[in-house]
């Protein structure tokens, strides 16, 4: 079971996601309000919070969401996790349907530091059933 820890959107893309307290998913769509939703099978993406409290250790001073992740998800090791899986929270579901991604051109985490998590550790999911999420909200991981 995993605990969101935050939920990150940004208005236009190439710009840096900010916190928000909650969020409303909506099916097949995405965050409302997040510039990377739409119809397609990145409408969300998730980073574990130990993965990126591993990153800060290492002298990284990122706020979340620096990696363009939506939802930070304590709990979870998400790349061990098959593409497929299903997760709930409340009465939204999502559903993994890529794990990490190549990165084209080098953010500025990765300029500063060497290397970006996000490539490796991040994963996309659709959105099956919409809801509201909070931040504090149990996601859990079902059949």
Request: proline residues 1%; charged residues 30%; negative net charge.
């Amino acid at each position: 079971m995993g605990v969101i820890k935050g939920i990150c959107i940004s208005e236009k893309r190439g710009t840096a996601k900010h916190e928000i307290e909650e969020a409303i998913l909506a099916k097949d769509w995405g965050i409302q309000g997040d510039a990377h939703a739409g119809h397609w099978h990145r409408q969300v993406s998730m980073l574990s919070y130990e993965k990126i409290e591993e990153f800060r250790k290492k002298g990284a001073d990122i706020e979340l969401g620096a990696f363009g992740e939506n939802l930070i998800v304590s709990g979870y090791d998400f790349r061990n996790l098959a593409v497929g899986t299903r997760f709930q929270c409340g009465e939204a579901v999502l559903e993994m349907t890529q794990i990490g991604k190549e990165c084209h051109s080098h953010c500025e985490i990765y300029k500063r530091m060497g290397e970006c998590i996000m490539p490796r550790e991040g994963v996309f999911a659709i959105v099956l059933h919409g809801g509201t999420i909070r931040k504090g909200d149990l996601l859990e991981r079902i059949e």
